[in-house]
C-alpha cells in the first residue's frame, strides 16, 4: 500500500507541474495513467475524476472531456494500483499554477 500511495503522490506533483490551460481534462486523465505506469503502477484504481471549474461540484464526474480554463481549479481523485494494492488520493489545484486571493483563502480554510 505504502509503494501504491508513493506513485499516486509523485503523479499528483508531477500534474501539479504539467497542467496548462487550454489541455483537456482527457489530457491529464492520460497524463495521470502515464505517470503511474512508469513508476510500475500498471492500472489505475479505479475511474479517475479529472474535473476542471464547474465539474468539480459533479459527484463522482468521470467524464473528463472538457477543456480546462484559465483561472479556474482542477480537482482530480485518483491513484494507481501497485501488485493489487489501491491508493486513493484527492488534489484541487490552480490549472494556470497559482491560487487568486478567494481560492487561496479557501484553500487555507479547508486546510485548517
Same mark, same amino acid.
Given at each position: 500500500m505504502k509503494k501504491a500511495c508513493q506513485i499516486s503522490a509523485e503523479a499528483h506533483v508531477e500534474?501539479? *507541474?504539467?497542467?496548462?490551460?487550454?489541455?483537456?481534462?482527457?489530457?491529464? !486523465?492520460?497524463?495521470?495513467?502515464?505517470?503511474?505506469?512508469? &513508476?510500475?503502477?500498471r492500472f489505475s484504481a479505479y475511474t479517475p475524476i479529472v474535473a476542471g471549474g464547474e465539474n468539480?461540484?459533479?459527484?463522482?464526474?468521470?467524464?473528463?472531456?472538457?477543456?480546462? *480554463?484559465?483561472?479556474?481549479?482542477?480537482?482530480?481523485?485518483?491513484?494507481? !494500483?501497485?501488485?493489487?494494492?489501491?491508493?486513493?488520493?484527492? &488534489?484541487?489545484?490552480?490549472?494556470?499554477?497559482?491560487?487568486?486571493?478567494?481560492?487561496?483563502?479557501?484553500?487555507?480554510?479547508?486546510?485548517?
Open positions: 500534474a501539479m *507541474k504539467f497542467v496548462k490551460p487550454g489541455m483537456t481534462e482527457q489530457e491529464m !486523465e492520460a497524463f495521470y495513467l502515464y505517470e503511474f505506469s512508469k &513508476r510500475g503502477g468539480a461540484c459533479v459527484l463522482h464526474y468521470v467524464e473528463n472531456s472538457q477543456p480546462l *480554463k484559465d483561472g479556474e481549479l482542477l480537482l482530480v481523485d485518483a491513484g494507481c !494500483e501497485y501488485e493489487l494494492y489501491a491508493s486513493d488520493i484527492t &488534489r484541487t489545484f490552480p490549472i494556470n499554477g497559482r491560487f487568486s486571493e478567494p481560492q487561496k483563502q479557501i484553500y487555507e480554510i479547508v486546510l485548517n
